[in-house]
Nanobody
């Protein structure tokens, strides 16, 4: 069982930056692929970024590539999402996810992840 708690969301102007953190409970953090998804009002939950268990392989959604950076610190049981050059269309609730499945690449679909955090709101004003 993995419990996830996100933090770091807030209100920022377009062009600004935020860093989201996701603290995971349990001793198996390093064995999980970690991901970030987001959901805007009236829209489906969409993939943002994911990082694999080890020798990290990273994947990004095209919409955030070059602006967002995902990283993990297994010693702190924490995964981060550094978000730069934020745009109003980045406004959403951001969710941290985890899954222990062994895969060749980090997953990008919501149903592929077992554990979810409660989400943190990110609002980007124009």
């Amino acid at each position: 069982q993995v419990q996830l708690v996100e933090s770091g969301g807030g209100l920022v102007q377009a062009g600004g930056s935020l860093r989201l953190s996701c603290a995971a409970s349990g001793r198996t953090f390093s064995r999980n692929t970690m991901g970030w998804f987001r959901q805007a009002p009236g829209k489906e939950r969409e993939f943002v970024a994911a990082i694999s268990r080890s020798n990290p392989t990273i994947r990004y959604a095209e919409s955030v590539k070059g602006r967002f950076t995902i990283s993990r610190d297994n010693a702190k049981n924490t995964v981060y999402l550094q978000m730069n050059r934020l745009k109003p269309e980045d406004t959403a609730v951001y969710y941290c996810t985890a899954d222990p499945s062994i895969t060749t690449a980090p997953m990008t679909l919501p149903h592929e992840y077992m554990y979810w955090g409660q989400g943190t709101q990110v609002t980007v004003s124009s």
